[in-house]
């Protein structure tokens, strides 16, 4: 089987513009979870998705918003960024129907923000 | 709330020696726990979990068990290898796909 697959690698943005970040799970997993890291705060749980809706919301900004679509692909938006929304932003899939299930995550994304 | 505190680093060890990296965790109810390693330039790969107490994970030498009664899940390996350089994480899930993570230790062996 595949893995995660995050699209794109690397981005270099500015403050104040937008960005949209993609994710295509593990055939078969219904779950996708996205996670910022970053040096100071290490990893952070930012939302999970699973069949389409939002299951679970981190701690951040309304800045930080995604969706799931039916074929479970994943995308993450930041609107009006920021310098401190450099980070590696990674993605995680799981079949979704179980407490404690593993975790896949994709190689990430690095968002450089200038 | 949920949180994982484990041994700050980084650890340096020879080529050989006995790893261990401390991780004790705080949580409501019987979570699931995990150790997940990160290479250089990439994302987090599992290395084992356990999922209840006593329970012991185990893959590629390293191994970690579920202590309810001090809510530990210590990372243990006999004898490291250079290529077991990386950063290693400790979490915690106690729902569905959101883990829990502490800050990471890095471990460097040298030859």
Redesign the interface.
């Known amino acids: 089987k595949a893995g ?1 697959t995050q699209t794109p690698r690397y981005l270099i943005k500015t403050r104040g513009q937008q960005v949209t970040l993609s994710c295509s799970p593990i055939s078969g997993h219904r ?1 996708v ?1 996205w ?1 910022q890291q970053t040096p100071g705060q ?2 952070q ?1 930012l939302f ?1 998705y ?1 069949s389409e809706t939002q ?2 919301k981190g701690n951040f900004p309304g800045r930080f918003s995604g969706r799931q679509f039916s074929n479970s692909r994943s995308e993450m938006n930041v609107s009006t960024l920021e310098l401190g929304d450099s980070a590696l932003y ?1 993605c ?1 899939s ?1 079949i ?1 129907t ?11 994304t690095r968002l450089l923000v200038l | 709330g949920d949180s994982v505190t484990q041994m700050e680093g980084p650890v340096t060890l020879s080529e050989e020696a006995f790893l261990t990296i401390n991780c004790t965790y705080t949580a409501t109810g019987y ?2 726990l ?1 150790w ?1 390693v990160q290479y250089p330039g ?5 290395l084992l ?1 356990a ?1 209840k107490a006593d329970d012991k994970g185990s893959n590629k030498g390293f191994e970690a068990t579920y202590r309810k009664e001090t809510t530990s899940f210590h990372l243990e390996k006999g004898s490291v290898q250079v290529s077991d350089s990386a950063v290693y ?1 400790c ?1 915690l ?12 230790t890095m471990l460097l062996v040298s030859p």
Not at chain 1, 98 to 108: A, I, L
């Open positions: 995660v779950s979870s996670y290490g990893l749980f999970e699973f299951r679970n990674l995680a799981s979704g179980g407490e404690g299930e593993t975790q896949y995550f994709g190689p990430g | 979570p699931s995990f997940y990439e994302g987090l790969q599992l979990k999922t994480f979490a899930s106690s729902g569905y796909s959101t883990l829990t993570f502490g800050k990471g």
